[in-house]
């Protein structure tokens, strides 16, 4: 740990370590805690910072509304041959996922597909840690989940879809596979957040404020609502996981995620669904290699184009980098962690 222009430099060890006592401190029992911050250093060590530290607050605050749980234990059922269900029971969903995976792979290596639903969660993190798990199993993956409120659907001006991310994995025959994690909003709601607190304008096209104008103004924005990107397809993809994530595995749609949340936490409660397909079982002949191996032409031919990169280069990266040089806290996070009992 050392300090850097009034900031702080952390290393991944120390990043989770903070994490974990934070959160023991304010309530969390000892797997939740570490779930959580296995998550947390994750994000850190992938340069995403608005699911990193940051999101810290988030956990303490709805478990101190009383509306998450410190101890939860998740329950898991087999209700199809090809399902598996979880509950959380109000917990923090990396603890659930992580007790997930390895059912859903082996289902899927069963099956050719299954799913994994998860219920009753708090979300407040990324979702490639799921799809990246069973893609280095040799799996290609899904993961979708809804939030809160704050995004606009195309043409309109209020609030209604939450900024409803997926995820993808495709696993590769060298090396890590190939991953993405995106919100069908412009941007994530952390990012909003994050740059608010660093007193940051937006881009054009992430949001709207409370009157339906454009605004470049991270407050405002945060008062009015988030657009979807890329206009109606974004708004239809943020339908679609909407209806994927809460009504078809039995949980809440994002303005219904929202009311839940009497305490403004922001930490949204519901469903998350994760696919996990096998190509060795929907390819021709059982020979898993053959899909990837005939991914790889498309991936050669994508960056054969000069300016192009594959999803997942960036996050690769910079987690090897900050594997050498951990990662920079800014003053005004040194501050909220110190808030929060960190001995920073």
Known sequence: MSGEEGGLRLTLGEVYDTSRAILLEHGFAERHAAAISRTIRAAEGDECHHHGLFRLPFYVNALKAGQASPDAEPTLSRPAPGLVRIDAHFGFIPLALEQGAEPLAELAASQGIAALAVNNAHNVGPLWPEVERLAGRGLVAFAFTSATATVAPWGGTRPLFGTNPMAFGWPRP??????????????????????????????????????????????TALAGAQLPFGGPKGSSIALMIELLAGPLIGDVLSFEAGERDKAGTGAPCGGELVLALDPARLAPGGDRGAPLRHGEKLFERILAQEGTRLPSARRYAARARTAREGIAIPPGLRDTLRGLGAAL
């Open 174 to 219: 060298e090396g890590p596979p190939l991953v993405f994690d995106q919100a069908s909003s412009a941007s994530a709601r952390g990012e909003i957040q994050i740059r608010l607190r660093d007193g940051r304008t937006l881009p054009e096209g992430w949001a709207i404020g409370p009157d339906g104008r454009p605004t470049s103004d991270p407050a």
